[in-house]
């Protein structure tokens, strides 16, 4: 039912305008960035992160005169978290300290050890093997040869 529901015209008839085509409205992109910034930064009281999800992620169309606009939203909206609920509300995460901070066996550094080894060398292994499939297909089913990239497709 749900994946229906974006293409029943009934129902974007009741709704309004659906929001693939809002994308022309710059200033609706542009404040909409803006406030996923403030969420972010709300969220984990973090205006950096905010601002810098948005310049990875969430902004296509990214435009640097918005830069300091999003950053100060995120600013603003860490603001009101203090405002609503204290120093505390920023420093909520708290970290375990004295006694029972050293009581990690030291045997358990030798098993982070291994396991970054393992996942180290199982990484480089991927990369290879990803890079042989990359050479192979560039040579074997390439855009000259359609009927072999729909097998590939397919397979």
Same mark, same amino acid.
Request: glycine share 10%; net charge positive; with cysteine.
């Given at each position: 039912?749900?994946?229906?529901?974006?293409?029943?015209?009934?129902? &974007?008839?009741?709704?309004?305008?659906?929001?693939?085509?809002?994308?022309?409205?710059?200033?609706?992109?542009?404040?909409?960035? %803006?406030?996923?910034?403030?969420?972010? /930064?709300? *969220?984990?009281? /973090?205006? #950096? *992160?905010?601002?810098?999800?948005?310049?990875?992620? *969430? /902004?296509?169309?990214?435009?640097?005169?918005?830069?300091?606009? #999003?950053?100060?939203?995120?600013? =603003?909206?860490?603001?009101?978290?203090?405002?609503?609920?204290?120093?505390? =509300?920023?420093?909520?995460?708290?970290?375990?300290?004295?006694?029972?901070?050293?009581?990690?066996?030291? &045997?358990?550094?030798?098993? !982070?050890?291994?396991?970054?080894? %393992?996942?180290?060398?199982?990484?480089? *292994? !991927?990369?290879?093997?990803? #890079?042989?499939?990359?050479? &192979?297909? /560039?040579?074997?089913?390439?855009?000259?040869?359609?009927?072999?990239?729909?097998?590939?497709?397919?397979?």
């Amino acid at each position: 039912l749900c994946s229906r529901l974006p293409q029943s015209p009934r129902i &974007w008839s009741i709704l309004g305008q659906p929001p693939a085509t809002v994308g022309d409205d710059v200033y609706l992109r542009d404040y909409t960035s %803006i406030g996923a910034a403030c969420g972010i /930064a709300a *969220a984990f009281r /973090a205006p #950096i *992160a905010g601002t810098l999800f948005i310049v990875e992620e *969430a /902004a296509s169309h990214f435009k640097k005169e918005n830069l300091a606009n #999003i950053f100060f939203g995120g600013l =603003a909206a860490l603001e009101v978290i203090l405002l609503n609920g204290g120093a505390g =509300a920023v420093l909520e995460y708290k970290v375990q300290t004295g006694e029972g901070c050293s009581s990690t066996p030291p &045997w358990s550094f030798l098993f !982070f050890l291994v396991v970054g080894c %393992i996942c180290g060398v199982a990484g480089a *292994a !991927f990369n290879a093997l990803n #890079i042989k499939v990359m050479v &192979w297909r /560039a040579r074997n089913c390439n855009a000259t040869m359609p009927k072999k990239r729909v097998l590939e497709l397919v397979l």
